[in-house]
């Protein structure tokens, strides 16, 4: 008894020590970002840059196709349930609805993760094994200075405008149902989406895309630098952000949903 | 905190270790090391696999904590400072990595750049002068513009030690130089760690389980067994010692084969376990 007893407090423990290296590994970058710069030291504008064209410029072309098919599916999914109550002209808001709030920073996130949180913890994670971590810190460079913050900054940035294309895409794949097959003419689905959107839909979807942005990237960036030694532990560091990122985006997720219900209610 | 800062001085040793104690979780792995070193002078630093030799070189560059004990490198015990004040004796010391340590997507030139970039408001043109005086000083001018890639095992090191020394450090670390490479070019890396010594004074520590090159670069050498010191003395001191494990060591005698099951398993269980992770970056965060 005192023993199980002994695991869950154990396992409790340690979920709050990843959850608290997660706060303060993205503490530090917010410091390197807002802070550090007022105290005479230069934000790695550059990196960032780069960063932001990694994550987010070149996951453009896969991004809108994958959301094109998903608004065509949902179109599809929608109008079977719809059709019985002949009320497809709901198609067009139904889409619209469920891609700006939910589908749209979801899908992004998900595809964010296999593309750029892995990658993190794969690039960090090769770092400290090859001692490039190390070398920093003996050049007097803070890692998550040079390595992490750029990071933040490029996905908090780039990961709202990636949710915009995908809620964009999505209605145009959507479109294509309902004009092929609910009656709707391209300009009529488009108005009858935008219709259907309040400011705060669009606006709480962006704000939990930018919470996935900082979940992914602190996952990532800190699975890599808790990378063991040899290159069985890059792979498995790889792995781990990949799940624990997906867990996480669900479960932020949810904590926001449930907080936009509860205060809209109100 | 004046009890932490000493007056510089001009004589006296750089590097003064006192009663130094370094563990990984419950295992201690440095038993409390006592040692100096001159300036201008290298120290070998010597040890089997498992010896706490590569420990002791991490916690003198600050990548470990000691648990106890104190590290004075000029004038201040790094192991009782703060992160900044760490940092600014940082700048003036350089280490190489086992393996050379240089950022993959960097070029030969950018990697040796990045110290200056980051801590000095040089013009790119001045850096870009520094850096091609440091590449031709370990003989790899004309290299800045190959990825690290594209460079032999030997080159790699020598552009790890440019990197190292782009700082104008005072004091050069360095981590197996000869580590994996042929005789040929482990000949040449300690050809330039004694050119680099009679050029510029610098004092410095390498670890090495290398005799021959050992006994090639030395001033001062210390044998490290189990996390003690077993020896500490000049070349010829050491090549005179007559302590048992010494010349075990210095004459390559294999240990006796463990014959007994039990003590082979007890050999195996009691290796150390890795170091510490996330130990890096939580310091300062």
Known sequence: MMDSVARVGETVTNILAYLGGLASLAGRSAYCVFVAPFKGRHLRWQAAISQATQVGVRALPILSLITFFIGLILALQSAYELRKFGALSYVASAVAVSLTRELGPLITAILVIGRSGSAFAAEIGTMRVTEEIDALETMAIEPVDYLVAPKFVAMIVMMPCLTILANTMGILGGSLFGVAQADFTWVRYMQSSLDSLFLRDVMTGLIKSVMFGITITAVGCYEGLSTGGGAEEIGRSTTKSVVISIFLVILVDLIFTALFFFVSKR | ?285
């Not at chain 2, 790094?78 to 240089?102: N, T, V, Y």
């Not at chain 2, 050809?191 to 389980?209: C, D, G, R, S, Y």
């Open chain 2, 1 to 285: 905190m004046p009890e932490n800062v000493k007056e510089p001085l001009q004589s006296g040793p750089v590097i003064s270790v006192r009663d130094l104690r370094v563990k990984y979780g419950e295992q201690e792995i440095l038993h409390g090391i006592n040692f100096d070193v001159e300036r201008s002078q290298t120290l070998v630093i010597l040890g089997g696999s498992g010896s706490g030799k590569s420990t002791l070189l991490r916690t003198l560059v600050g990548l470990e904590k000691p648990s106890a004990g104190q590290i004075w490198m000029k004038g201040q015990d790094i192991a009782a400072i703060s992160r900044e004040q760490l940092d600014a004796i940082r700048k003036k010391i350089g280490m190489s990595f086992q393996g050379g340590a240089l950022f993959g997507s960097m070029t030969v030139g950018e990697n040796v750049a990045l110290p200056l970039r980051e801590h000095t408001n040089l013009e790119a043109s001045t850096i870009e002068i520094i850096v091609r005086l440091k590449l031709d000083q370990v003989g790899l001018g004309g290299f800045e513009d190959y990825m690290p890639s594209e460079l032999s095992g030997g080159m790699k090191k020598r552009a790890a030690v440019a990197r190292a020394m782009a700082m104008d450090s005072e004091i050069l670390f360095f981590d197996e130089p000869s580590a994996g490479l042929d005789p040929i070019i482990a000949a040449g890396i300690d050809h330039l760690i004694l050119q680099l010594k009679k050029a510029f004074h610098m004092t410095m520590i390498v670890v090495t389980h290398e005799l021959a090159s050992a006994f090639l670069i030395a001033d001062q050498m210390m044998l490290i067994d189990k996390g003690n010191i077993l020896a500490f003395g000049t070349p010829e001191e050491m090549r005179s010692s007559t302590q048992p494990r010494v010349r075990q060591f210095l004459d390559r005698v294999a240990e006796p084969e463990v014959s007994q099951e039990l003590d082979y398993l007890q050999m195996l269980t009691e290796r150390r376990p890795g170091a510490g992770r996330m130990a890096g970056w939580r310091r300062g965060a």
